[in-house]
Structures are given as C-alpha cells and as structure tokens.
C-alpha cells in the first residue's frame, strides 16, 4: 500500500511556471518509479513525465513537454517534482502522480499506486 499526495497546482499566465510535488508514503519499498500523468476534460490520461529509482534516475518525457518540463528527485524521501516552465494553455489539465513497481514506463497501466491529482490552469 502506498499513499500519494499531489502539491502545487493552480492558476498560472501562458509562459508561466509551476512546480508540483508527490510525497508517497506506506509500503514504498516496491516502488521503483514514480511519473507524472495528464488528463483534460473529454480526454484519456496521457504520459508526461517519469523518473526510476535505479538505471542512475533516468528520466523520459512526453514530446509535447521535452525542454518544458522536468521531473526530479526531491530531498524529502520519496518525493518527486515536476518543474513546468513556458507553461501553455494546451497543458491545463488534472496531473497525477503515480508510482509503480516497475522501471520508468509511458503506460499508466504499469502503474500501481495514484494520487487524487491537482488541477493545472493555464490561461492564454
């Protein structure tokens, strides 16, 4: 059992930045990667970002968030952020944080554990 809390989301102008957080806690010691997740109004659930705990914290990024974003270990144990820059409109959505037993993937499907997501606004 792993428990995650999302942090960070809110209203930000087209070309702004947020930073949001994901503290897990529980059972962690299955967990090997923890990613970011996206999903708009009327739309699936898309990747955005994931990092492992293993492979030297590799990362991998959606293409539509390459040079925008970037995930990284926090200091905390068990928390990772994604740092948003150059924030668009297109990118307002609920994000998720979520953690799996597997190394880092793009399918949410490899995901075990989600968190209850924060909502992103960007207005153009």
């Known amino acids: 059992q792993v428990q995650l809390v999302e942090s960070g989301g809110g209203l930000v102008q087209a070309g702004g930045s947020l930073r949001l957080s994901c503290a897990a806690s529980?059972?962690?010691?299955?967990?090997?990667?923890m990613g970011w997740f996206r999903q708009a109004p009327g739309k699936e659930r898309d990747f955005v970002a994931a990092?492992?705990?293993?492979?030297?914290?590799?990362?991998s990024y959606a293409d539509s968030v390459k040079g925008r974003f970037t995930i990284s270990r926090g200091n905390a144990k068990n928390t990772v952020y994604l740092q948003m820059d150059s924030l668009k409109p297109e990118d307002t959505a609920v994000y998720y944080c979520?953690?799996?037993?597997?190394?880092?993937?793009?399918?949410?499907?490899?995901?075990?554990?989600w968190g209850q997501g924060t909502q992103v606004t960007v207005s153009s």
């Open positions: 529980g059972d962690t010691f299955s967990t090997n990667a």
């Open positions: 979520a953690a799996g037993k597997i190394g880092s993937s793009r399918y949410s499907s490899a995901y075990d554990y």
């Open positions: 990092v492992s705990w293993s492979y030297l914290s590799s990362t």
